[in-house]
């Protein structure tokens, strides 16, 4: 198993298609004229239970590599649960996951379990849309400042086959990359 150090320090390497870096660069300038009043962000998918825990995740480990005061979340239109797979894929990146599903590599160790907008705390969040789905269903949420869409293939169509991990590791890598990449442009703009 690979160390986090290392497979965080190996995102810095991953080579960004022209769309992608197209992509990150006009998340990262739309969070940066909202993070200084909105520092709460809520990744929204329909079931909840893989790319946006996956993106939970990662934008809770890497904005701590960056010192920015950014608080994430994930939720779904329906409550489900996060997919096994999902925590393996974690895991394997070098993540410490415990039986319930917390991260503990952070300073404020998050708990990943599928939950709904309704159970979103707090008054005011800026939401990142990891599914077309998700944006077409779900309900606008009055303390939702900006709708981002930063969407992903769903790696479900992968499970039980031969592929499932190869597949799950690709997802996590990328969405990790993505979030690298948009995290230090919002440190280091161009």
């Given at each position: 198993?690979?160390?986090?150090d290392?497979?965080i320090?190996?995102?810095d390497?991953?080579?960004?298609?022209?769309?992608?870096k197209?992509?990150?660069?006009?998340?990262?300038?739309?969070?940066k004229?909202?993070?200084?009043?909105?520092n709460?962000?809520?990744?929204?998918?329909?079931?909840?239970?893989?790319?946006?825990?996956?993106?939970?995740a990662?934008?809770?480990?890497l904005?701590k590599?960056?010192?920015?005061?950014?608080?994430?979340?994930?939720?779904?239109?329906?409550?489900t649960?996060?997919?096994?797979?999902?925590?393996?894929?974690?895991?394997?990146?070098?993540?410490?996951?415990?039986?319930?599903?917390?991260?503990?590599?952070?300073n404020n160790?998050?708990?990943?379990y599928?939950?709904?907008?309704?159970?979103?705390?707090?008054?005011?969040?800026?939401?990142?849309?990891?599914?077309?789905?998700a944006?077409?269903?779900?309900p606008?949420?009055p303390?939702?400042?900006?709708?981002?869409?930063?969407?992903?293939?769903?790696?479900?169509?992968?499970d039980?086959?031969?592929?499932?991990?190869?597949?799950?590791?690709?997802?996590?890598?990328?969405?990790?990359?993505e979030?690298?990449?948009?995290?230090?442009?919002?440190?280091?703009?161009?």
């Amino acid at each position: 198993m690979v160390s986090l150090d290392k497979y965080i320090d190996n995102l810095d390497s991953v080579d960004l298609k022209g769309y992608q870096k197209k992509r990150v660069k006009k998340i990262s300038q739309e969070l940066k004229s909202l993070i200084n009043t909105y520092n709460k962000i809520v990744f929204i998918c329909t079931h909840n239970s893989r790319r946006s825990q996956l993106c939970e995740a990662w934008g809770s480990v890497l904005s701590k590599r960056f010192n920015l005061n950014l608080f994430f979340y994930s939720a779904g239109t329906e409550k489900t649960g996060v997919y096994v797979e999902v925590i393996n894929a974690l895991q394997r990146a070098g993540l410490e996951i415990d039986k319930g599903g917390k991260i503990n590599d952070i300073n404020n160790p998050i708990e990943l379990y599928s939950k709904t907008l309704d159970e979103i705390q707090g008054d005011e969040f800026i939401s990142l849309m990891t599914c077309s789905d998700a944006e077409e269903n779900c309900p606008v949420d009055p303390r939702s400042k900006k709708n981002i869409k930063l969407f992903y293939n769903d790696p479900k169509k992968f499970d039980g086959t031969h592929k499932e991990s190869l597949e799950y590791d690709k997802i996590c890598k990328l969405i990790a990359s993505e979030l690298n990449a948009i995290f230090k442009l919002l440190v280091y703009p161009i």
